[in-house]
């Protein structure tokens, strides 16, 4: 979230699309529901399925899945042709007057620079500014150029006509522009639009292009860094925002610092590629700093091993050789016989990835797999025959599956990050059963017997092993407030800092500005810096005062980056450090600094008349319209069919096969053939959570296998009736890549839409059961879903396939 | 609580004890603000320990179907389309209305199984319950249920364990939207009326609160989009009374049956003191011969004289 | 011979007489335990109020199933005749002992027809309604608005019942010699020749008694 959760009370309309969030974050709808109580906020929901959410709301239109882009393009085009805009927000802030480079060009549903043969854009350098002589962007404050990004931008959606995006959406223009003409009231200083998406948005192969589309939305409202306004997305799991921080990903380091290419192997240049210098005059462009929080992180790992002489251990880390392993690529390694042996902590890849019966096949392939859950996972349990619900052939599966029963997150101190970015220090409420351990405790005793052997036997590239620091009072069990405190960051030598502050050695460290690149400062977590500091535990922190009125409650745990809890906030004060109007306060100049109901995302000396602009992590300092080349399919969002369309052709582009899906979207080579198309499947699928459950985790507690004991698909009456199907009927719901059955639940709640110029029905399919459990036993419903994803993040596309359904 | 605080009392034809005041609480359900996301059933499974069974999908999103003795509040949800076409999916939180004339309580033979205390709350004590069920029969809204594993009435208690020492009801306190609120009677029609006006600005011209007189009110109310129509909401009674069978049955007609039966005995004994028993006097012995007796019917036993053993019937 | 007594009721008429005799007392005290809360204390007799409850149910259904062996022996004495009309139009001259005008009864008289039907019909209500009502086995297969009405009749016909039991009762204690005739079985002939002036000439075989009774009183 740019904003966070009791923050969505100071909206005043809030757009759900992409999310279901009174479904899947009840505890977090509570601000919604605020919102429309307390600061009578009006409530819209988008999405394919009357929800829970849709229940609540002022208005409800339903889209096909899929297709959010042409509904957000369309009101771009209606925002900008309407000219219903946050002017001085957008000329001020944002990108709009930047100069793009000649090179760059959209034609028939593609950028300049695509490669058919690699399904790539492999050149984008058309996609940037047009940098002038003095080493700056160039700019057109008159917005007249044909080249800046304003015109560009107007040009690009102009083809989202309302009739063209209604047709491909399949939501009626009537509603469309409703909907439209409400979002617009919020281009208004005083009122302010929050959008709440969450899996709804991202689990699409254009989906990323579709969080962007909605980000551009809010820059042109002038609804980013202010109160009750910004692009918040809803996570999925109570700690996945601090996986993300942590950099669990192939490709990050902790905070969203990045691994280098097998090509970096010289560390200087891998610092100054992402030390960026500023692109405008005056700005801050925070990551000129890059190489501070590298090295902090460096010498938390490796301690007194870390040298400027070996480059802080530069070479100890690994280089990616391709883009990134994430986990598409780890099963399709698997299913290719690559991969030996697999950890899978905390994680239930049959039951979580795409393709169920490709993921079985996969795992079937490994030596060893070992399962590290406080469940019994019907990942640890894949190769056993649960008649129908998992048909294997278990006399023909080797793996050697090990199970090491974990804590859960009750059983344990710790801290987790909600989607506020909020660290919220929590206490163990019990003792975790039987043999049971922390996932710390595995994993340092597998960590100190790795390190014994190589110590003993040596062994291929041994050293970022064996120079790895592990300072803990308890080697076999490092304790969560060591941890933590190694997050924070401290002093690794007595050092005084510019401002004449003195540092000792083993001193909590209180922000990242006090980071160092001389070795003097560890920080294993540079954004968390500030968490833990000599004034004891931050997180821990339980102070919900609000001094202001603002919902900012600066005193409940702590906040990433540096306690901040709206990002770019500087944003909600006008060029002369005013607020933009006296009900959205958040930080303004008070003629020597800057200061308010929040910590301004801000340089807080620096006078607005200095002109620095409030996207102080851009070296621009500016918000971005056109992602320049950080986007996979192009720096303009543009709409792509789902890979599975129901309807066969992008009605942007019906001439060119290449635009009709995401043209740089994440596909194995092999996966192809497991698509199928409309004429066999006709109907349009899409996968959820339910309120009574957490993903495959719940149903192993026996209430809330009371409050939903059996998988069910939701159809709609028409669809139902066509198929002579009543509600409580089994039904089976099949795809190209396998079948699931379920009992038939009959709702008004969906319905046949117009698209293109066809009716298209869509069909709910919740996630939540499986084989084991207290539950009945369910198919997994991941079965249906294709094995490719977005071409970013790589996000299988969940939430948009073809199936074909009868009634048994 | 302390025995005090009871205002009513079922099977009991005097007054209890009630010297304390106490304020009438309520406990206020808000349908606009319900996502039915059955989190107070999840939190009224925990506090009182209820288990239910995991059932079957019945191809809706109700479950359990019912409310049951391990089940005392559930989620009933209707997709309703409204006269402009727009569909609207309403979601009620069923359970007790802890009613102020209470059926179940009237209905009840045994006494204290079942006792309305001064703040409003309607108790079932499942010591002193029978099993009979006719707090079932009584109840207008059709709450409590008989376990089959124990044969004793279960139903919602309003967490009278919790209220009375100062907490909120299980449910309130885990609603994630502050859909369920609880306090004094009066502060939650006040929260009501707020409620309403807000709804009246987003279009529900007919929202309104549900505390029906019928039953003299209830300490459970409603928040109702559509308060012209309670009975879109899963059927909640628009008017509900106690049933006029259950009133004839627990009503007058009671005590006047057993001053009926009273007068019978007391008729009789009148009768005997006043004309006396009917005696067999001497001259009445029937004369002639005693000649076989003939079989007239089967009913009429057949004696004969000359035989008097054969059935082996001796003269007494 | 003369003063031979004549048996009213064998051994097996007699015990299931008070077969149901006795289960009525049960059925009827503890159901007038769970009818108003001033009988409650009846329950203690049956163990408590659960045992009242679950009893009471099962002894309703067998004090049925034994008077329906009540019902076999005694329907065909109890149909109505022409007869009967008569003897209730006088039933007030029966009530004060008056003999004169009350028109000779067979085995039994109207009165008596009337209670064997009143009973029966409760019977049958209180079956019928006594089912819905028994939580324990039958109430799930009802609707609560059927529950109610079963309720309702089952209460009125226990009411019934209880009225025609005492006003039984009442009888019997009041005709000397009936409580005999279901005790030990016999009667004398002159109960039964006042009493049941047809039978005893329908029994004994005389054709027509000296009998006081008048056609035309």
């Known amino acids: 979230m740019t904003n966070h959760w009791t923050d969505i009370a100071n909206a005043n309309l809030v757009l759900v699309m992409g999310g279901n969030a009174a479904e899947a974050h009840p505890c977090g709808f509570k601000w919604v529901t605020e919102a429309k109580a307390h600061n009578q906020a009006r409530l819209i929901v988008v999405d394919p399925r009357f929800t829970r959410t849709a229940s609540v709301a002022d208005y409800y239109a339903p889209i096909r899945t899929g297709s959010d882009i042409a509904f957000m393009g369309g009101l771009i085009n209606y925002l900008l042709s309407e000219d219903k805009i946050q002017h001085e927000y957008v000329r001020s802030y944002t990108d709009v007057s930047f100069i793009v480079k000649a090179g760059f060009s959209f034609e028939d549903g593609l950028f300049s620079g695509y490669d058919a043969a690699k399904r790539s854009y492999t050149d984008k350098s058309g996609w940037g500014y047009e940098i002038g002589e003095d080493g700056f962007a160039k700019v057109d404050p008159t917005l007249q150029d044909p080249r800046c990004v304003y015109q560009l931008m107007k040009q690009h959606y102009s083809r989202y006509t309302p009739a063209l995006a209604s047709q491909i959406c399949g939501m009626p223009e009537d509603s469309m522009r409703k909907i439209w003409e409400e979002i617009a009231t919020c281009s208004q200083p005083g009122k302010t639009m929050t959008i709440l998406y969450a899996l709804g948005w991202t689990q699409h192969s254009i989906g990323s292009q579709i969080i962007r589309s909605a980000a551009m939305v809010q820059l042109l409202l002038g609804n980013v860094g202010m109160p009750g306004g910004g692009v918040n997305a809803l996570r999925g799991h109570s700690n996945i925002q601090g996986l993300t921080d942590l950099g669990l990903l192939s490709n990050l380091l902790p905070g969203y610092l990045t691994l280098a290419s097998d090509a970096e192997q010289d560390y200087d240049a891998y610092i100054a590629k992402r030390a960026l210098k500023p692109l405008r005059p005056g700005q801050m462009s925070y990551w000129q700093n890059y190489g501070k929080f590298h090295v902090s992180l460096m010498k938390a790992w490796y301690g007194a091993n870390a040298t400027a002489e070996n480059h802080w251990g530069y070479d100890w880390l690994p280089k990616l050789d391709i883009p990134g392993y994430d986990v598409l690529k780890m099963f399709d390694m698997m299913a290719k016989g690559q991969v030996n042996g697999y950890f899978c902590q905390g994680f239930n890849p049959i039951a979580a990835l795409p393709d169920k019966n490709r993921v079985m096949a996969s795992l079937a392939k490994l030596k060893w797999l070992v399962v590290m859950d406080p469940l019994a996972t019907e990942t640890s349990e894949f190769w056993r025959n649960v008649g129908p619900y998992n048909d294997v052939e278990t006399a023909t599966i080797q793996t050697e599956v090990i199970r090491l029963p974990t804590t859960c997150f009750a059983e344990e101190d710790g801290s987790l990050v909600n989607s506020s970015r909020w660290l919220q220090w929590h206490w163990k409420g019990a003792e975790g059963p039987g043999q049971a351990r922390t996932d710390v405790q595995i994993m340092s005793e597998l960590f100190l017997r790795l390190r014994e052997r190589y110590q003993r036997e040596g062994g291929a590239w041994a050293e970022p092993i064996l120079k790895l620091n592990w300072p803990y009072k308890v080697a076999h069990e490092p304790s969560p407030e060591e941890i933590a405190k190694e997050f924070n960051g401290y002093a690794t030598a007595d050092f005084t800092d510019v401002s004449g502050a003195a540092f000792k050695t083993g001193q909590q460290l209180s922000g990242f500005a006090q980071l160092r690149d001389d070795g003097s400062t560890a920080s294993g977590c540079w954004i968390f810096c500030g968490s833990w500091t000599e004034q004891g535990n931050q997180m821990a922190r339980r102070d919900n005062s609000d001094p202001y009125g603002m919902k900012q409650h600066l005193g409940w745990a702590w906040a990433w980056p540096m306690n901040r809890r709206i990002l770019y906030n500087r944003a909600s004060a006008d060029l002369q450090g005013k607020p933009w109007a006296p009900n959205k306060r958040l930080v303004w100049w008070n003629g020597k600094t800057w200061g308010g109901t929040d910590v301004p995302d801000y340089k807080v000396d620096v006078a607005p008349e200095a002109a620095m602009n409030p996207f102080i992590m851009n070296p621009e300092g500016v918000a971005r319209f056109f992602a320049l080349d950080k986007m996979a399919e192009g720096p303009f969002p543009e709409h792509y069919e789902p890979f599975e369309t129901p309807i066969g052709i992008n009605p942007l582009h019906p001439g060119n096969k290449q635009a009709t899906s995401n043209p740089a979207g994440r596909v194995f080579d092999s996966v192809w053939d497991s698509l199928g198309q409309a004429k066999d499947f006709p109907y349009a699928a899409t996968s959820y959570r339910l309120t009574e459950h957490f993903h495959f985790w719940t149903k192993h507690c026996p209430i809330n296998a009371v409050t939903q004991p059996e998988q069910f698909v939701e159809i709609g009456e028409a669809l139902a009736k066509e198929k002579g199907i009543v509600a409580g009927d089994r039904v089976r719901v099949t795809c190209k890549r396998g079948h699931i059955e379920a009992v038939a639940v009959v709702t008004k709640r969906i319905r046949p839409l117009q698209v293109n110029n066809q009716t298209v029905h869509q069909i709910g399919i919740p996630l939540h059961w499986g084989f084991t459990g207290a539950t009945r036993h369910g198919y997994l419903t991941n079965t249906l879903v294709p094995y490719l994803g977005d071409g970013n993040t790589q996000t299988p596309e969940s939430k948009s396939f073809l199936v074909n359904l009868e009634k048994i | ?316 | 011979m003369k003063d031979k007594p004549i048996l009213r009721y064998t051994a097996n008429e007699r015990s299931n007489h008070w077969a149901v005799a006795i289960l009525f007392f049960m059925a009827a005290l503890s159901g007038l335990a769970l009818f108003h809360p001033a009988l409650f204390w009846l329950s203690h007799l049956f163990g408590g109020g659960p045992w009242t409850r679950i009893l009471h149910p099962f002894m309703g259904v067998l004090m049925f199933v034994l008077f329906l062996g009540l019902v076999i022996r005694f329907w065909r004495a109890n149909i109505l005749t022409a007869n009967d009309r008569l003897w209730l139009r006088r039933v007030d001259r029966v009530m004060r002992n008056e003999e004169q005008g009350v028109p000779p009864v067979g085995k039994y008289n109207a009165g008596q027809k009337l209670l064997f039907w009143t009973l029966l019909l409760c019977m049958l209500v209180l079956l019928l309604s006594g089912v819905v009502i028994w939580r324990a086995y039958f109430s799930q297969y009802f609707g609560i608005g059927g529950i109610r009405l079963a309720t309702l009749l089952h209460a009125l016909a226990a009411f019934v019942l209880v009225l025609s039991i005492i006003v039984h009762i009442y009888a019997g204690i009041w005709i000397k010699g009936s409580v005999g005739a279901m005790v030990h079985g016999w009667v004398s002939r002159a109960w039964a020749k006042k009493h049941h002036g047809l039978w005893y000439r329908e029994v004994t075989g005389e054709d027509r008694s000296d009998s006081h009774i008048g056609k035309k009183g």
Not at chain 2, 69 to 83: I, K, S, Y
Not at chain 2, 128 to 153: E, L, M, V, W
Request: proline share 7%; with cysteine.
């Open chain 2, 1 to 316: 609580m302390a025995s005090q605080d009871i205002i009513a009392r079922s099977a009991t034809t005097t007054l209890p004890p009630s010297v304390r005041q106490q304020e009438e609480v309520a406990k206020l359900i808000d349908t606009s603000k319900c996502i039915g996301c059955k989190a107070c059933q999840v939190a009224c499974s925990e506090w009182n320990e209820l288990r239910d069974e995991v059932g079957h999908s019945l191809g809706t999103y109700d479950n359990p179907q019912d409310l049951s003795a391990e089940t005392w509040t559930l989620m009933r949800f209707t997709e309703h389309e409204n006269t402009v076409g727009n569909l609207e999916w309403l979601i009620r939180k069923d359970g007790c209305m802890h009613c102020a004339d209470p059926g179940c309580l009237k209905a009840c033979p045994s006494p204290g199984a079942i006792i309305q205390h001064a703040n409003g709350i309607v108790d079932f004590n499942q010591d002193h319950c029978i099993g009979c069920g006719y707090c079932i029969t009584g109840c207008p809204f059709n709450i409590p249920r008989i376990s089959q594993k124990d044969h004793k009435a279960y139903k919602c208690t309003l967490c009278s364990d919790r209220v009375a020492v100062g907490l909120e009801p299980a449910c309130v306190k885990t609603c994630p939207t502050g859909a369920i609120v609880f306090g004094s009677k009066a502060d939650m029609k006040e929260h009501a009326a707020e409620r309403i006006v807000d709804l009246k600005s987003r279009g529900f011209e007919q929202a309104g609160l549900y505390d029906p007189d019928g039953v003299g009110g209830t300490h459970v109310m409603y928040v109702l989009h559509h308060a012209d129509q309670p009975q879109l909401y899963a059927g909640l009674p628009n008017q509900p009374v106690i049933s006029p069978l259950v009133g004839l049955w627990k009503g007058m007609s009671k005590p006047l049956a057993l001053l009926a039966m009273g007068a019978a005995v007391l008729a009789g004994f009148f009768h005997y003191v006043r004309i006396g028993p009917q005696r067999i006097e001497d001259d009445e012995h029937p004369a002639g011969k005693d000649p076989s007796v003939r079989e007239v019917d089967p009913a009429v036993h057949v004696f004969d004289p000359s035989n008097p053993g054969a059935q082996g019937e001796d003269r007494p």
